[in-house]
Each structure stands twice: as C-alpha cells, then as structure tokens.
T-cell receptor, first 112, second 112 residues
C-alpha cells in the first residue's frame, strides 16, 4: 500500500524566517503530490501541487521540491507570517483512481 | 462564496442513531469525494463519485455507511446505527476531472 508521512510533528519558526516542512512517501508509483494547509476548525486548503515529471514548482511565497530518488517532498515557505500558522499535510494520489493519501501533518507555529 | 459547502457543520447524536450529511460541490466540478479525519490525523479517503457514479469505496466504508449523488451535483453521506468510533470530521472535496481537490469546511460528528 501507499504510505505518506511527515518527519516532524511540530515546527516553530520566527516571523520573517523561511520554513521548510518535509514529507516522505513510499509508493514509487505515485505521480502527483499536493500540499494542503489546515487551520483549526476548517477543511484543508490547497497550497501547491507537483507532478512527478517535475523537481520543483513555485507559487506565491511557497516552493515545493520533489526528490523522486529518495521519495521525499518538501514545502518551503518564504518570509513566514503569523497567518501561516496551521497544520500542513502532504498528500499523494494513490494507485487506484483519484483518491488522496495524506500524511499525519506538521503543525507550523510562527512566533512574532 | 462558490466553494464547497457542507451541512451541518456540527452534529451530536446518540449511539445507534442514523445521521445524514450533505455536500454541495463547486458547481462545475464533476468529481466529489468524501474523507474522514480524526483528531491529529490526516484525512482518510472514504469514497468518490464522478458525476452520479460512485467509482470507488474504501475498506473504511463499512456497510453502515452509504453515499449517494443522485443527480451528479450534491451528495449525501449516511451513517446508520452510529458508533462512538464514528466520531470524526467528515470532509467533502470536489474537483474538475483529475485536477486539484478543493475541500469543504467539514461536518464534525460526535457520537455520545
């Protein structure tokens, strides 16, 4: 089966610093990866995605890096702001259809 | 707001009762997904529809669970004879084809 997991359960950063959230996956057949942000009491919010034919993709203040060799995914947030405080999940598309498999989440805490 | 909506947002029920949740996807999205999320964990896939056809069901979806999307628009998820272990956040997401999934705010179910 597929396993998507995160290295760190909690990450605390200073406002203005860059944040890096890591994720490992086990299924080499996964070809689509997504990062979601979830604030308390809300559903996951799409941040950025990347397909397996890419190594890097940039959005507004966010960058996702994919290393297929070691099955590792990371989310970089530039100039982290208090509003970035949330739980971040990586997810990958499973073998059978469009279901997403989520990791356990990393809580990002931004200190003012 | 044209995002995914879910109703109710919170539901408290007694063990053994039936409950039904509703999800209204983004209007032009033909795919609709149901996930379950317990505290501190990532969402777990339950089932998904393409238009009105239910194409995949997780092994998590026991016989007490049933989902419908009769007209290919809104969907309902029913849980019969609820158990305390059913307490969770039930999330709905929608997508246009295999593009990114957008999540609703969820329905938090508490079974007493």
């Amino acid at each position: 089966g597929e396993n998507v997991g995160l290295h760190l359960p909690t990450l605390s950063v200073q406002e203005g610093d860059n944040s890096i959230i890591n994720c490992a996956y086990s299924n080499s057949a996964s070809d689509y990866f997504i990062w979601y942000k979830q604030e308390s009491g809300k559903g996951p919010q799409f941040i950025i995605d990347i397909r397996s034919n890419m190594d890097k993709r940039q959005g507004q203040r966010v960058t996702v890096l994919l290393n297929k060799t070691v099955k590792h995914l990371s989310l970089q947030i530039a100039a982290t702001q208090p509003g970035d405080s949330a739980v971040y999940f990586c997810a990958s598309e499973g073998n059978a259809g469009n279901m997403l498999t989520f990791g356990g989440g990393t809580r990002l805490m931004v200190k003012p | 707001d044209t995002g995914v909506s879910q109703d109710p947002r919170h539901k408290i029920t007694k063990r053994g009762q039936n409950v039904t949740f509703r999800c209204d996807p983004i209007s032009e999205h033909n795919r609709l997904y149901w996930y379950r999320q317990t505290l501190g964990q990532g969402p777990e896939f339950l089932t998904y529809f393409q238009n009105e056809a239910q194409l995949e069901k997780s092994r998590l979806l026991s016989d007490r669970f049933s989902a419908e999307r009769p007209k290919g628009s809104f969907s309902t998820l029913e849980i019969q004879r609820t158990e305390q272990g059913d307490s969770a956040m039930y999330l709905c997401a929608s997508s246009r084809g295999s593009s990114e999934q957008y999540f609703g705010p969820g329905t938090r179910l508490t079974v007493t």
